[in-house]
């Protein structure tokens, strides 16, 4: 284990190098200004690392990519429906949109933990569908609710016939509220620092929660269910509180990310949270089964990267940015099935390994050779 | 000794639904004394720590009968953890422990020392950190008392397997209730040298007054390391005695000496011709029945046998040539090799197979009996199937399906409404029945049989057994039969092999003494005399 050889290190970082090398060489093809790409990294990070953030804590606890964080999501967003209604602007309006979005998440990360419970070693597929399944209720919600019986003040924000929320919705009251509260230039780049300030905040409370007895429970969860189980670990609701504490996080999260870009997608914002988290998270190198906080920053910086200087490129290449711009859903989508691939691979290579040491020591070579 | 000993059991007994698996067995343990258990896979072993741990089952099936004393009090375990509380320790034959963690985190699992932090006022107890130095002290400590050197902060699936097993004692070690410790085959993974430290380490724990149940089948670390061994028998306590002065021979008599029943009904001396199958280091990765390195030989018109006790790899042997579980080695059948791991092939060139999982890999439960006995027939060998369009479409021939059927029902007598009843609605026997007609139907020069008595009753057995029988004479069959019944495999088989941890442990004519298998089972006869049968 002291010394990994250099192979080694290339297969176990395969994804992130690929990312890597493909936007080498996309950059200088995209023709933008250095200093233009680490302004737009630094918005970048500040925007989306919390989000992804919020994956961690599931996947140590053995339940893989959590794609119920589509469902923190849809909290975020309902809290910051009723903020921009009400009129409550600047620092108060995200506050009190997270002070809303907690008890949403919480309700819906507890039924996302005991629909998990029922379907353990399937967590992905059944999390994904869930999201599907909720994604309904929704948009029941806020295309019924909304003006009907949840009262809107704000006339603008409602469709033409009276009832339901808009396609997209301007978050003129919280707009970069987060980012404009504390913002440093270095140099000539405009960094922040408030988001940054809330990311690593996240950061120290992840490190600081994983020497938690809780944190080590999770821990002892997610690799061995059954062991656990036998030394008295409560392993259903140490799972439940994991994806409880990931889905209220990834409202929060969502909610920054909200005030950054000014506007909601108010039908489609959600599903692209959870899908370009988990493509973002893999990207940085995470496994189904371990990732970092270090897999977190890397991804999020590649996964941008890529995603400014693709159509850019594909615009210098082929002569149109919508090759660009493609690339991007698939490279989503994409990345999530190479990773699941690899996660597949992997396992089937420890396993072959394993029955190495079955062979007597006398074995011949080839497996049927005679 | 006069002092009330440590834990005494009396008259205990347990039946599963009607099947009486313990009867009136009674224990006693001083502190710090070793008890070595043993017997037969089926003895009663394992029910009988069952009911000391207070294993749900127990009560989920009816509860059990006598009594149970620790320390002088009567005690009555709802769950593993009152054992736990109760100063019980068990140690397992497969590993419970973590494997991305270290040495020090699986002795300390959920015992894990904490420090305060304000946060438990709002969320609780589990928001406290975790005080690692003072985890690591108390694991040293305990992986101390074992006299072992296991690196504490070693993760455990890095560590070799013996170390693994030296965690798993010091956990158990490390609480400080802990009397009585129970080790169900714990060297069964280790390499003779970790086995020799492990015994010293046990020796040195009930030194300090630990007592201690060890069940094993090595019959040699029993007598090394125990005090008084306990032979159990069909749920029954047939000799309790010091290991002083008692001897391997003795304890594998005691172990599987029932009644010889009548010998073999035809005796005619039968000359192996040609090997007409040839098994080179065959290792085969079936859970719970791996293979290792195993090489035979099977003489064609025979009927060879292979036992051992459960878990030792007998049945992977069979699976793992029919392609059913990953396998490697050299296989030749008739001078050539044989294809593994493509259990068409296998069946193609000649072999078929009766599994031992009849529910589940041996029968097509819901299906009708006669879809069942020509299905293989029909798959590997087109038969039953009607072709049009010169073979362009094929389809089931119903007609010759239920008189292939017919034959079969006729000849093995099996007790059913009409061809057309559906498998699941049968007698284990008959089932049992359906699949070997399924075997016989694609007339097989060589036929593996794996467990065919388990689980049916005394008359079905010996109809099955004589089907057998009747094809190897008459049909010429050579047949490979693996049972966990010695007395089984002696009556129909004319040489037994005995596989022990993976390994062939040696090969006997049937009419070897059964004291002779029973070593041999116990992996403690590897001498020369039994060696030589082995390639």
């Not at chain 1, 008890?103 to 992905?124: C, D, F, H, Q």
């Amino acid at each position: 284990m002291k010394n990994k050889s250099f192979k080694d290190i290339l297969i176990s970082n395969a994804v992130p190098i690929i990312f890597l090398v493909l936007s080498a060489a996309a950059i200088p093809l995209s023709g933008f200004t250095t200093s233009y790409l680490i302004q737009e990294m630094v918005t970048r990070m500040g925007r989306n690392c919390f989000l992804v953030l919020s994956l961690l804590i599931p996947i140590a606890a053995g339940m893989g990519l959590n794609f119920g964080m589509v469902l923190g999501a849809m909290g975020g967003q309902i809290a910051i429906i009723l903020v921009t209604d009400w009129n409550i602007v600047g620092m108060q309006g995200l506050l009190l949109a997270a002070m809303i979005s907690t008890p949403i998440s919480l309700a819906l990360g507890w039924l996302t933990g005991e629909i998990l419970n029922r379907a353990k070693g399937r967590e992905m597929v059944t999390s994904f569908m869930l999201g599907f399944f909720m994604n309904g209720v929704y948009q029941f919600i806020v295309l019924y609710g909304f003006g009907m019986v949840i009262p809107v003040e704000n006339h603008a924000m409602l469709l033409s016939r009276g009832f339901g929320i808009r396609n997209a919705i301007n978050l003129q009251g919280v707009r970069q509220v987060l980012d404009k509260f504390l913002m440093v230039d270095i140099g000539p780049i405009h960094v922040p620092m408030a988001a940054f300030i809330v990311i690593a905040l996240f950061c120290l409370f992840i490190l600081w929660f994983n020497r938690t007895k809780l944190g080590q429970d999770m821990r002892a969860v997610g690799q061995d269910m059954a062991v656990a189980k036998s030394a008295g670990i409560a392993v259903d609701r140490t799972r439940i509180i994991a994806i409880i504490i990931s889905t209220v996080l990834a409202g929060y999260g969502q909610i920054i990310f909200l005030q950054n870009i000014g506007t909601m997608n108010t039908y489609n914002a959600h599903e692209q949270a959870g899908i370009f988290a988990i493509a973002s998270l893999l990207i940085g190198g995470a496994t189904v089964s371990r990732a970092t906080i270090t897999n977190v920053f890397v991804g999020v910086m590649l996964f941008h990267l890529m995603f400014v200087v693709s159509p850019m490129a594909g615009k210098t290449l082929m002569g149109q940015a919508q090759l660009g711009e493609y690339f991007r859903v698939f490279v989503s989508y994409g990345i999530i099935a190479l990773a699941l691939v690899l996660h597949a691979l992997r396992r089937r290579m420890d396993k072959e390994r394993e029955r190495q040491s079955l062979r007597g020591g006398d074995a011949p070579a080839p497996a049927n050779g005679h | 000794m006069t002092q009330e000993p440590l834990l005494r059991m009396e008259h205990i007994g347990k039946e599963y639904f009607g099947n009486r698996v313990l009867a009136d067995v009674n224990l006693t343990l001083q502190r710090g004394e070793i008890l070595g258990l043993v017997g037969e896979n089926g003895a009663g072993k394992t029910t009988l720590m069952k009911i000391l741990f207070g294993m749900p089952v127990i009560k989920e099936t009816g509860g059990y009968e006598g009594k149970m004393y620790l320390d002088g009090k009567e005690v009555n375990f709802d769950s593993p953890f009152d054992a736990l509380d109760g100063g019980i320790g068990m140690v397992h034959q497969e590993f419970s422990l973590i494997p991305g963690f270290s040495t020090t985190e699986n002795i300390m699992l959920n015992r894990e020392f904490t420090c305060y932090s304000p946060l438990v006022e709002l969320f609780g107890e589990r928001l406290q950190t975790l005080n690692r130095p003072a985890m690591r002290q108390r694991a040293a400590k305990a992986i101390d008392t074992l006299g072992v050197r296991v690196d504490p902060d070693m993760l455990i699936q890095e560590m070799p397997v013996g170390h693994r097993q030296f965690t798993e004692i010091a956990r158990e070690i490390d609480r400080e209730s802990t009397k009585l410790l129970v080790l169900d085959e714990p060297t069964a993974v280790l390499t003779e040298s970790e086995a020799a430290i492990l015994v010293k380490a046990l020796r040195k724990l009930a030194d300090s007054g630990i007592a201690i149940i060890f069940i094993s089948h090595r019959l040699q670390e029993i007598l090394d390391l125990c005090d008084k061994i306990l032979v159990l028998r069909d749920g029954m306590v047939i000799k309790e005695a010091p290991t002083k002065g008692t001897e391997i021979r003795q304890i594998a008599s005691w172990m599987v000496g029932r009644t010889v029943e009548d010998k073999k009904q035809d005796d005619a001396v039968r000359v192996c011709l040609e090997p007409i199958l040839r098994v080179d280091h065959l290792w085969v990765d079936m859970p719970g029945e791996t293979v290792r390195d195993v090489s035979f030989d099977v003489c064609r018109g025979e009927i060879f046998g292979i036992g051992g006790l459960a878990g030792q790899g007998k049945l992977g042997i069979a699976n793992g040539i029919m392609g059913l579980f990953a396998a490697g080695g050299a296989v030749t059948w008739k001078g050539k090799a044989l294809k593994l791991n493509d259990p068409h092939g296998a069946l193609e060139a000649g072999m078929a197979f009766v599994s031992e999982d009849r529910r589940g890999v041996g029968l097509l439960l819901d299906e009708p009996i006669d879809w069942n006995i020509a299905f293989t027939a029909m798959q590997v060998q087109g038969r039953c199937l009607k072709s049009l369009l010169g073979g362009l479409i094929q389809w089931r021939d119903d007609v010759a399906m239920a008189s292939l059927a017919q034959e079969y029902i006729d000849a093995l007598g099996i007790k059913c409404v009409s061809s057309r009843q559906r498998a699941v609605e049968l007698s284990g026997g008959n089932q049992q029945k359906v699949c070997l007609a399924k075997a016989f139907a694609v007339g097989p020069e060589l036929l593996f049989v794996a467990e065919p008595t388990r689980g049916i009753d005394v008359g079905a057995k010996k109809l099955v057994l004589d089907t057998i029988r009747e094809t190897n004479r008459h049909k010429g069959t050579t047949v490979v039969m693996i049972s966990s019944e010695l007395e089984e495999l002696r009556s129909i088989c004319d040489r037994i092999a005995i596989v022990d941890e993976g390994r062939l442990a040696g090969m006997l004519s049937a009419t070897a003494s059964v004291e002779d298998f029973g070593l041999l089972m116990l992996g403690a006869g590897k001498g020369p005399e039994v060696a030589a049968g082995v390639r």
